[in-house]
């Protein structure tokens, strides 16, 4: 009994320490097990939507004034939430936080279900990053100049980290920070702030393979590893999301980019497909096609009826569908934009777009 008890012993030492192991090299390999708010680059998107991944879409909605939202996945139980305009939305714990245009883009939270509304902080704030260990975010000062600061997730204890910089993204304890001219990384256990480049740069993410961004004066989009080797994955496009391996992003389709895709990249394969192609077609305010496309329009090779433009202006006033960034929701992905199916169906151009087998359907 007692070399059974002895084996026994010996075996869950050697059991835990393999464990301890096996998480040391987990975390040396850039996984963090700290619980986001927020999902990939969707936050460096605008963060117009947000996930609780557990099937639950909170948002921005297009078809009631911008207020804030929650829905299923598939669309279905959509529910009002609050009359606050959010962006910058993160979720986490039963907690939405959002910065609100409405209230001048202080900070707010409210739980899942609608109730507990509260202001944290009054205030410019932007690009809100919420993390277990707290809230990161920027906050324009009296001069008008952005400072990085942290709080606790109770609105409490607000301090600042980082002087005329924004946030850009986090990861694994480590706050990215841009300005006009330098990417930083701020090292949140010791305080130091290192320079990862010296560009003007937008549309920031991280993850265990390393840190993507789009270059804005060069319109490349990067990828750096952490040993600091740089490559270019994409020259030119727009709108860029870099979620979980995909990098999703806005294009022109066709010989002579007459209509708009929206195209993603497999960073790891570098394959690349259209998962939203457009129509070319130009539409007037009910939806009724005018019978000339977006490149006929753009190089005036068709001559107009004077009733397409406004009479004060002289702008043409046909409508054409259109897309913005992308947002993904666990294995959904939406996109912000207008589809003339839309015009028909609501009366709006404007609306949340679910990408599908067929292209794109309104969501909301």
Not at 76 to 98: A, F, H, Q, R
Not at 133 to 139: E, K, L, N, R
Not at 166 to 174: E, F, L, N, T
Not at 182 to 203: D, F, P, V, W
Request: charged share 20%; hydrophobic share 35%.
């Amino acid at each position: 009994m007692k070399r059974f008890l002895f084996a026994l012993l010996i075996g869950t030492i050697i059991m835990l320490t393999f464990t301890a192991c096996r998480i040391k090299e987990t975390a040396s390999a850039g996984e963090t097990t700290e619980n986001l708010g927020f999902i990939g680059g969707n936050i460096a998107a605008g963060g117009l939507m947000g996930g609780d991944r557990n099937g639950w879409v909170y948002y921005r909605s297009e078809a009631d004034s911008w207020k804030l939202y929650k829905a299923r996945l598939d669309g279905t139980k959509k529910t009002w939430l609050s009359d606050d305009c959010p962006c910058y939305i993160n979720v986490l714990e039963g907690w939405v936080y959002y910065s609100n245009y409405r209230d001048n883009f202080s900070l707010y939270r409210i739980r899942a279900d609608g109730t507990e509304r509260h202001k944290l902080i009054d205030g410019y704030c932007c690009n809100l990053y919420v993390t277990d260990s707290g809230m990161y975010f920027d906050m324009r000062d009296k001069n008008n100049s952005v400072q990085i600061y942290h709080m606790e997730l109770d609105g409490s204890a607000p301090e600042l980290l980082v002087a005329d910089m924004q946030v850009a993204a986090y990861y694994d304890g480590v706050l990215y920070c841009r300005s006009t001219n330098k990417l930083c990384a701020y090292n949140m256990q010791t305080g130091t702030l290192s320079n990862i480049c010296e560009k003007y740069t937008h549309n920031v993410c991280a993850d265990e393979t390393g840190i993507y961004y789009w270059a804005v004066d060069k319109n490349t989009f990067c990828h750096i590893g952490f040993s600091g080797q740089e490559q270019v994955l994409l020259t030119g496009g727009d709108f860029f999301n870099y979620t979980e391996g995909m990098l999703y992003y806005f294009g022109y389709g066709g010989n002579n980019h007459d209509y708009y895709c929206i195209y993603c990249l497999d960073v790891k394969s570098k394959t690349t497909s259209a998962v939203l192609s457009l129509s070319d077609q130009c539409f007037d305010i009910s939806g009724n096609l005018l019978g000339i496309t977006i490149a006929q329009v753009r190089d005036s090779a068709v001559e107009l009826d004077e009733s397409y433009f406004d009479n004060d202006e002289g702008v043409f006033n046909g409508f054409s569908e259109q897309a913005g960034y992308t947002y993904v929701i666990e294995d959904s992905a939406f996109c912000r934009g207008g589809l003339r199916e839309s015009i028909l169906s609501t009366g709006k151009l404007g609306c949340w777009i679910l990408y599908d087998n067929n292209g794109g359907i309104v969501w909301d």
